[in-house]
């Protein structure tokens, strides 16, 4: 990858684990990271959210896209 920057921050890791799994099967190239630190216990994550995901700017407007698919779906459940 690139030059990659942050496109979006998850909100905990079921989300993130999800998302990873749909941009892989489509062959979208992205990095998730998590901000989990052992020295606190994940408490950094109650704050900032569970991580983020990088990827290349030319595909945010599609990462975006399958996100806000992605999380109307959830919330219809």
């Keep these: 990858m690139g030059n990659s920057v942050k496109i979006l921050v998850f909100k905990n890791e079921v989300e ?5 799994e ?12 998590s901000y989990h ?4 216990d994940g408490l950094w994550q109650l704050k900032s ?9 030319e595909y945010r407007e599609e990462i975006m896209s399958i996100y ?3 999380s109307r779906q959830s919330s219809i459940i």
Excluded: C, N, V
């Excluded at 749909?22 to 990271?33: A, E, F, N, Y």
């Excluded at 959210?49 to 700017?57: K, S």
């Design 37 to 40: 630190d052992s020295a606190y």
């Design 68 to 70: 806000d698919e992605m």
């Design 22 to 33: 749909i941009l892989t099967d489509k062959k979208i190239p992205h990095l998730l990271r």
């Design 16 to 20: 993130a684990l999800l998302l990873d």
């Design 49 to 57: 959210g569970w991580g983020h995901l990088e990827a290349e700017e």
